[in-house]
């Protein structure tokens, strides 16, 4: 898929990945609607690079992805600016193993939000363009993290399972959508604090030992998925020790 004029929506685009995704978008052509309930943080980030790639090219809503009112909103100013979506980047996330609910609220009911809203928008046939729906989860939601992160554990598998359902539906042709999920381990973000774990001790040990992803890693993960229109169904793992790996082969949009 080329990127030029192809428009994208972000969620937690303020910083940390979501940012960086915002940037590569912009970078290769795309305009994108950066969305996060940070609002002072957000605007930043997007006066930064309307400075730096136009004033047309990014647009910043206030958005918490748990709330409907506030997707359906950001969805509506987007549409209004830009006219249409190609690219869904569900990329808002927590990790508070302390605060399970509202991990549920924001890690997988956000994205389940945003990826239906995000398909009536897109889809051929409603009348869009068709495009990809990235979902973000983690390696969590595909190994059990057993004693540490259980609950953002279960969120992430959510995500996970989420995604390849959606990215089997015999109608994704039709729809002219591709559906994947990103599944980076830890990554040197915010989101990395072992305070929001059960076992902080326990939580930085085993991160260490792990091993720590850089941004620009999983950024060029993340545009390999965007890029790569035979990547329905990809379930992409990225490790700072074996980098890329597919969980799942991803299926061919011809085969469906």
């Not at 303020?14 to 996060?36: I, M, P």
């Not at 690219?87 to 302390?98: L, Q, R, S």
């Not at 969590?140 to 057993?146: E, Y």
């Not at 279960?154 to 042709?173: D, H, I």
Request: glycine share 10%.
């Amino acid at each position: 898929m080329s990127l030029s004029g192809k428009v994208a929506l972000v969620t937690g685009a303020a910083q940390g990945l979501g940012k960086a995704f915002s940037e590569a978008l912009l970078k290769r052509g795309a305009k994108v609607c950066l969305a996060d309930v940070q609002s002072p943080l957000g605007e930043a980030t997007t006066t930064e690079f309307q400075q730096e790639y136009g004033k047309d090219r990014a647009l910043f809503v206030k958005c918490d992805v748990s709330s409907v009112s506030e997707l359906q909103t950001t969805f509506t100013k987007l549409l209004s600016e830009y006219g249409q979506l190609d690219i869904m980047i569900n990329n808002a996330g927590i990790m508070d193993e302390h605060n399970p609910a509202r991990m549920v609220d924001i890690n997988l009911t956000g994205v389940i939000m945003g990826t239906n809203m995000a398909v009536d928008v897109m889809s051929k046939e409603k009348g869009g363009q068709g495009g990809i729906i990235i979902n973000v989860a983690s390696t969590a939601g595909i190994t059990p993290r057993a004693f540490f992160t259980p609950a953002y554990t279960g969120t992430k598998f959510g995500v996970a399972g989420f995604t390849r359902s959606w990215s089997y539906n015999p109608y994704v042709k039709k729809m002219g959508l591709r559906f994947a999920c990103l599944c980076p381990a830890f990554t040197a973000t915010d989101i990395l604090n072992p305070m929001g774990t059960l076992y902080p001790v326990d939580a930085e040990k085993i991160t260490q030992m792990i091993g720590i992803n850089e941004i620009p890693a999983v950024v060029a993960g993340f545009i390999q998925l965007v890029e790569d229109e035979q990547c329905n169904g990809a379930v992409m793992t990225i490790t700072a020790q074996e980098g890329i790996q597919f969980y799942k082969k991803p299926l061919a949009l011809s085969k469906m």
